[in-house]
């Protein structure tokens, strides 16, 4: 007959057989760590590498100044939030995928397929209309749009992996607001959204699920 101690064993392995059916658990938390290292580092080559970068630390700089003369720099910005953006997905993949194959997981399954719609649907809307904005030199609102959008992302994502994507998500999303009302700091909430944010979340979820 089974003790007490081996019915809670066994419920134990029920309960984690359950959780990994039904949630994505190979999302690592070194992903965000270095998503928001890369975001700082993008913000800084913008800041201090881009010729007339610093003008970004000051406010109301894309109200202040003439369309024409930003072009070539809202042009390179463009460039670089592109790179970053694909050195963080990477980056995100790749330990999600030594993470996966460390604890015997499969990275596609109909729970990460489910994940991955979850994240598209805002991250692509969001993207439409931050290319409107643009397009419509309505510059101040690109931030605010990516934060908002990439928040909504992560709330959604947050049901089928950890809780703490969703209370991230819903962090970006009150930054995103924030920087809606203040749009001339837009590169301070940039660094803060993108990087310490990512960076705080990392950190914790590396130190509560992987050590």
């Known amino acids: 007959m089974e003790t007490q101690s081996e019915y809670i064993e066994d419920l134990r392995i029920i309960k984690k057989v359950m959780e990994e059916s039904s949630r994505f658990l190979s999302l690592s938390g070194l992903s965000g760590l270095f998503a928001g290292l890369i975001a700082l580092a993008g913000a800084a080559i913008a800041v201090f590498v881009f010729p007339d970068g610093k003008i970004l630390l000051r406010g109301g700089f894309f109200l202040e100044q003439p369309v024409d003369d930003l072009i070539l720099l809202k042009i ?44 598209l649907v805002p991250l692509v809307t969001g993207g439409i209309l931050i290319i409107i904005f643009y397009l419509q030199h309505n510059w101040q609102l690109v931030i605010p749009s990516m934060l908002v959008f990439y928040g909504l992302a992560l709330v959604g994502a947050g049901k089928f992996t950890y809780n703490d994507v969703h209370y991230l998500g819903l962090t970006e999303i009150i930054t995103g607001i924030a920087a809606l009302i203040l749009p001339a700091y837009g590169i301070i909430f940039w660094c803060f959204g993108f990087g310490l944010l990512h960076i705080i979340y990392g950190l914790l979820m590396y130190r509560k699920y992987e050590r």
């Open 76 to 119: 390179r910005l463009s460039i670089l939030a592109l790179v970053v953006l694909i050195l963080a997905i990477s980056i995100s993949l790749w330990f999600s995928y030594r993470k996966a194959r460390r604890k015997g997981l499969k990275m596609w399954t109909p729970v990460s397929k489910k994940l991955l719609a979850s994240l």
